[in-house]
């Protein structure tokens, strides 16, 4: 098993083995991290390696490969927009590509949701909106307005402040506490008291608070944690009753990954920010999107430029990742994704419920096209991951969670094999370590 361990095997290419010692990987402990799987093909929900596997991916590139790869509307919109003007500086600069998706944007999202700032990550997006939220006080003479209110399980990013908004135990960033803005974490409301001590919490420091935080129906990173609308709607109401904007982080949970389009229309609610990424170009090309409502935009407006938001990412409002968005959004309209992720949910709860009654399984959830088993113990992704690949999957737990989050246009048999995976190896588990 080694060789399927470490990623390592006769067919390694040069650039692979050359390349490595000069790379630094994500969330990885360099000292010991193995080398990664070298993939020199992708179609569909496959991914092929250089010595010729297939792995089937159950994880969408981090949430991202909606379409599947290498969709041939979306790779010729990036060839013809190439072609054309891969990019220019949106200082005084546009390209269609970049405009069109802006007016799509706002005529998709629910309510006056009309003004897109254009950014080129997840964690950037946050920190835009911090900062509208934070401005948005001040051009209105209130300087004191600049703690956020975030909740435990939450993940925005790993950006300094998308880190504060956090959990400071539960996530990864622990290790810089007392180095980031000191945020007030609570408890997802889900309860009538957990809902009247929130309550009680906004009013106790309205004066000082800019914007709510949280990510709509899935706490994603932070282990998969789901929760009801009716929580949103809660949230929206008191945010609105202690006069505080309600910022939706849904990078991991737009473009139909639970469901709904986005989640904040499931809950019938209007967020006063959003931030999106992740599917918006179809697992393509890096992009972000920060989109506020008429009122926060019309805070910045004014004679005086120093109301303006002053910021501005090189490579925001990219023609290339515009184009792939727009395409992507093409493919909304024209193929039934929507419908694809009903089957998908219907098919992981079928396959992966037998997980439930096995001994160290806490819970079995799904929602939309994704698929979770919660184990009794966290860490357990070494022991998982090789096991995984032997199967031809590609499946990554992380913390205590077993998930999939397949492309939308998975075959069913794709996805069975994925699913066949997860039952057979969390049984091997129960059996071998859950009690260990």
């Known amino acids: 098993m080694a060789e399927a361990e470490t990623g390592r095997s006769a067919h390694a290419p040069d650039w692979l083995t050359s390349g490595f010692p000069h790379l630094w990987l994500p969330y990885a402990q360099m000292k010991v991290a193995p080398t990664p799987l070298p993939v020199v093909g992708a179609e569909g929900a496959r991914l092929t390696l250089a010595d010729g596997r297939e792995l089937i991916d159950g994880v969408s590139s981090w949430w991202t490969v909606c379409h599947g790869y290498n969709h041939p509307h979306i790779r010729d919109a990036v060839a013809a927009q190439l072609q054309a003007v891969p990019h220019v500086m949106l200082g005084g600069l546009a390209t269609e590509p970049t405009l069109r998706l802006a007016k799509r944007l706002a005529d998709l999202l629910p309510g006056d949701l009309d ?35 975030s909740f435990r399980f939450g993940y925005h990013g790993d950006t300094l402040a998308a880190m504060s908004v ?3 135990d539960e996530g ?42 949280i990510e709509p129906l899935v706490q994603g990173a932070g282990g998969m944690k789901f929760y009801e609308p009716d929580v949103l709607r809660f949230l929206r109401q008191a945010c609105d009753e ?55 935009f019309e805070a910045f407006l004014s004679n005086d430029p120093s109301k303006a938001l002053m910021h501005g990412p090189t490579y925001m409002g990219n023609a290339l990742a515009c184009a792939a968005a727009n395409a992507s959004l093409d493919l909304f309209d024209r193929e039934p994704r929507l419908a694809q992720v009903r089957a998908i949910e219907a098919q992981l709860r079928s396959e992966i419920e037998p997980c439930r009654r096995l001994n160290g399984v806490v819970d079995v959830r799904v929602r939309g ?55 057979r190896h969390v049984s091997a588990w129960s059996r071998q370590r859950a009690a260990a």
């Open 115 to 149: 003004h897109v700032f254009f950014s080129e990550s997840g964690s950037v997006s946050v920190e835009i909106a911090m900062k509208m939220a934070v401005q948005y006080w001040i051009n209105q003479g209130q300087k004191g307005r600049h703690r956020f209110v």
């Open 166 to 168: 956090c959990d400071p």
């Open 172 to 213: 990864m960033h622990g290790l810089f506490k007392g180095y980031l803005p000191q945020q007030i974490v609570a408890d997802v409301p889900r309860t009538r008291e957990q809902q009247a001590e929130f309550t009680r919490l906004l009013r106790a420091h309205r004066g000082e608070l800019a914007a709510v935080v």
């Open 242 to 296: 202690a006069d505080c904007l309600l910022i939706l982080d849904e990078i991991m949970t737009g473009f139909g990954r639970i469901g709904p389009m986005f989640a904040c229309a499931e809950a019938e609610i209007v967020p006063d920010i959003i931030t999106l990424s992740k599917a918006l170009t179809g697992g393509t090309l890096p992009l972000a999107a920060t989109i506020a409502r008429a009122h926060v």
């Open 369 to 423: 096209a994704l698929g979770v088993v919660q184990l009794n113990k966290a860490g357990e992704g070494p022991w998982f991951r090789p096991r995984f690949l032997e199967d031809g999957v590609w499946i990554r737990p992380f913390g205590d969670i077993v998930y999939v989050a397949p492309p939308f246009v998975i075959a069913s048999d794709e996805l069975a094999r994925l699913t066949q995976a997860i039952v």
